[in-house]
């Protein structure tokens, strides 16, 4: 059984950092692109896009254009871990993180519908 277990959220203040961790159980992560996604309360309709996501072959990433240069995602393949490093955290990032997983062998994926599995989501709250 794959899962996927998020941790790292929390409550930060606007200019902080926080760094979001993705342990992988059920299956190694080396040939497996990798995604996280956020629902922001009151924007539903923008969880479809990932946020961030980093392939398996060469670990080239995407990022959504508002993130570009303060997410960085990283993954550890001996560890079986992805990370999401966020800094200078804006109230409006306040939302549940998620984690997935693409199948075997895919590139990065930008939408929701491209992965197989979902971690069950972290909480970043950003106080102003």
């Known amino acids: 059984q794959v899962q996927l277990v998020e941790s790292g959220g929390g409550l930060v203040r606007a200019g902080g950092s926080l760094r979001l961790s993705c342990a992988v159980s059920?299956?190694?992560?080396?040939?497996?692109?990798l995604g996280w996604f956020r629902q922001r309360v009151g924007k539903e309709r923008e969880f479809g896009e990932v946020?961030?996501?980093?392939?398996?072959?060469?670990?080239?990433?995407y990022y959504i254009d508002s993130e570009k240069g303060r997410f960085t995602i990283s993954r550890d393949n001996a560890k079986n871990t992805v990370y999401l490093q966020m800094n200078n955290l804006k109230p409006d990032d306040t939302a549940v993180y998620y984690c997935?997983?693409?199948?075997?062998?895919?590139?990065?994926?930008?939408?929701?519908?491209?992965?197989?599995?979902w971690g069950q989501g972290t909480q970043v709250i950003v106080s102003s």
């Open positions: 946020v961030a996501a980093i392939n398996w072959s060469d670990t080239s990433t």
């Open positions: 059920g299956r190694t992560i080396y040939d497996s692109s």
């Open positions: 997935a997983i693409r199948p075997r062998t895919l590139p990065i994926g930008r939408s929701w519908h491209e992965y197989e599995y």
